[in-house]
Antibody, heavy 124, light 106 residues
Framework: QVQLRESGPGLVKPSQTLSLTCTVS??????????WSWIRQHSGAGLEWLGY???????YYNPSVKGRLTILEDTSKNQFSLKLNSVTAADTAVYYC????????????????WGPGILVTVSS | AIQMTQSPSSLSASVGDRVTITCRAS??????LSWYQQKPGKAPDFLIY???SLQSGVPSRFSGTGSGTDFTLTISSLQPEDFATYYC?????????FGQGTRLEI
């Protein structure tokens, strides 16, 4: 089972871009059937799936952040990244990266492995 | 987006109790549902996929059932380490959506 770890600044100013990186270890991002997601959790609240990237570069973003979110993959480094622009205090949250496995018969496991999370605060 | 409604939102129980948490989807999602356990300050842990398949290493006191719109997570005999918040996730179509969580407390 792969391990994931988020990294990046813990403080971002309003209107700026939040940038995080997820480093994958113990397996390759190009492994067949795997998708790589970002998920966030506001303090004391539930979980919000933000979007995924596949090693082919395919992405899908949650409409709740569409237009502000970009997820990129760098398979040479076994990393993927999140860039969320025009942030506000509402983007303050713990951000997780996670892996999802798709079976050949067309179903997904859900999120098998998660990083420990990184708290990002949006404040001037 | 598919709405996932969990109940109850919180639950008080004792060690040894049998507890059931339910999750209802706003539309049919086959068995494309997974369950997670989260303890304070930690990332969620993956428990069950495909509504009823136990992830490797998860104790057998955890079980899941359901298909279509109605799903349950059952813990047959609560252990002290089971007190946590539980979430369901519909992984049927994007955008994936989680239930709001069930806080299981003593």
């Amino acid at each position: 089972q792969v391990q994931l770890r988020e990294s990046g600044p813990g403080l971002v100013k309003p209107s700026q871009t939040l940038s995080l990186t997820c480093t994958v270890s113990g397996g390759s991002m190009t492994t067949r059937g795997y998708y790589w997601s970002w998920i966030r959790q506001h303090s004391g609240a539930g979980l919000e799936w933000l979007g995924y990237v596949h090693h082919t570069g395919n992405t899908y973003y949650n409409p709740s952040v569409k237009g502000r979110l970009t997820i990129l993959e760098d398979t040479s480094k076994n990393q993927f990244s999140l860039k969320l622009n025009s942030v506000t205090a509402a983007d303050t949250a713990v951000y997780y990266c996670a892996s999802e496995r798709w079976f050949d018969y067309g179903s997904s496991t859900g999120f098998v492995s998660w990083g420990p999370g990184i708290l990002v605060t949006v404040s001037s | 987006a598919i709405q996932m409604t969990q109940s109850p939102s919180s639950l008080s129980a004792s060690v040894g109790d049998r507890v059931t948490i339910t999750c209802r989807a706003s539309q049919a999602i086959r068995t494309d549902l997974s369950w997670y356990q989260q303890k304070p300050g930690k990332a969620p842990d993956f428990l069950i996929y495909g509504a009823s398949s136990l992830q490797s290493g998860v104790p057998s006191r955890f079980s899941g059932t359901g298909s279509g719109t109605d799903f349950t997570l059952t813990i047959s005999s609560l252990q002290p380490e089971d007190f946590a918040t539980y979430y369901c996730l519909q992984n049927y179509n994007y955008p994936y959506t989680f239930g709001q969580g069930t806080r299981l407390e003593i």
